[in-house]
């Protein structure tokens, strides 16, 4: 079992920055893969970007390529998603995920998941 806990989350306007945080609880982070995931209201949950277990290889959606990093400390058991030029269609809840198997754009993929932190940007 893999806890996930999200912070960073909040409400800024457009063009302003966040950075998140996904802190995980297992010693074995450094073995998963991990990604971040959307989901707006009414909408289904999106891909936004994931890591592999190095760190060596990132894959994003192109909606936040080149405005979005994800990052990660095995040492500190905790990925990051820096969010730049944030715009109101970025506005969700994210959620971070591991997968134990496959690095992968698809949520199915994924085996643990966090509750989510909210971002809200305002035009």
């Known amino acids: 079992q893999v806890q996930l806990v999200e912070s960073g989350g909040g409400l800024v306007q457009a063009g302003g920055s966040l950075r998140l945080s996904c802190a995980a609880s297992?010693?074995?982070?450094?073995?998963?893969?991990m990604g971040w995931f959307r989901q707006a209201p009414g909408k289904e949950r999106d891909f936004v970007a994931a890591?592999?277990?190095?760190?060596?290889?990132?894959i994003y959606a192109d909606s936040v390529k080149g405005r979005f990093t994800i990052s990660r400390d095995n040492a500190k058991n905790t990925m990051y998603l820096q969010m730049n030029s944030l715009k109101p269609e970025d506005t969700a809840v994210y959620y971070c995920?591991?997968?134990?198997?496959?690095?992968?754009?698809?949520?199915?993929?994924?085996?643990?998941w966090g509750q989510g932190t909210q971002v809200t940007v305002s035009s």
């Open positions: 297992k010693r074995t982070f450094s073995s998963y893969n």
């Open positions: 995920a591991v997968s134990i198997g496959y690095y992968s754009r698809r949520s199915g993929d994924y085996n643990y």
């Open positions: 890591i592999n277990w190095s760190g060596g290889s990132t």
